[in-house]
């Protein structure tokens, strides 16, 4: 069981938006601005998407977006392109014993 | 260009050891705070270890505390996971990541492709 909870799945049609939650608690999501969001397709690597809860790299889209309100954390994709299709993972830093924590992650269909 | 290359990954039985490498290029290394996260296969990602940018911070994931060291060298640009004791649950992918802050947690915005460790007799 991962300490972040996520959704296994969402889906939407291109040009529409999707949000993807990730629910922990005071120790972690909610006690700290260290959430961040990655994407991984198929045999890749993961690619950091959205940090410090709301803050985008350079070369993300500004289509993708993240906030947090008590202890969940939510990333929202607007404008849903095919090539989103992908596995998403949250993640923070914890003060518990381990450091830190990644949720179980969301696959993202684009029907 | 920035990368990360990991390597020292392969088979390895129940019980024994094994250690993995991580080559840092285009940035620099020692400002920086890096992990270790693994994915076994067909699951989700794992946070391992991370060491803070002199060493003086070190953390382990629950799962691998007492059996797993994780080191650098600045020198040579490179960080290290020694792996002792391993199990059958330690099989993954292994992925070497960098800190996107000088802090010491943040978030990963560099990660190398991945060394496969399989524990298996």
């Known amino acids: 069981q991962s300490a972040l909870t996520q959704p296994a799945s969402v889906s939407g049609s291109p040009g529409q938006s999707i949000t993807i939650s990730c629910t922990g608690t005071?120790?972690?999501?909610?006690?700290?601005?260290?959430v961040s969001w990655y994407q991984q397709h198929p045999g890749k690597a993961p690619k950091l998407m959205i940090y410090?809860?709301?803050n985008r790299p350079s070369g993300v889209s500004n289509r993708f977006s993240g906030s947090k309100s008590g202890n969940t954390a939510s990333l929202t994709i607007s404008g849903l392109q095919a090539e989103d299709e992908a596995d998403y993972y949250c993640?923070?830093?914890?003060?518990?014993?381990?450091?830190?924590?990644f949720g179980g992650g969301t696959k993202l269909t684009v029907l | 260009e920035v990368q990360l290359v990991e390597s020292g990954g392969g088979l390895v039985q129940p019980g024994r050891s094994l250690r993995l490498s991580c080559a840092a290029s285009g940035f620099t290394f020692d400002d920086y705070a890096m992990h270790w996260v693994r994915q076994a296969p067909g699951k989700g990602l794992e946070w391992v270890s991370g060491?803070?940018?002199?060493?003086?911070?070190?953390g382990y994931a629950d799962s691998v505390k007492g059996r797993f060291t994780i080191s650098r060298d600045n020198a040579k640009n490179s960080l290290y996971l020694q792996m002792n004791s391993l199990r059958a649950e330690d099989t993954a992918l292994y992925y070497c990541?960098?800190?996107?802050?000088?802090?010491?947690?943040?978030?990963?915005?560099?990660w190398g492709q991945g060394t496969m460790v399989t524990v298996s007799s």
């Open positions: 005071s120790s972690d999501v909610g006690g700290y601005n260290y």
């Open positions: 990541a960098k800190d996107y802050s000088s802090g010491w947690f943040d978030a990963f915005d560099i």
């Open positions: 993640s923070s830093y914890t003060s518990s014993s381990t450091l830190g924590v």
């Open positions: 410090e809860v709301s």
């Open positions: 060491i803070s940018w002199n060493s003086g911070s070190i």
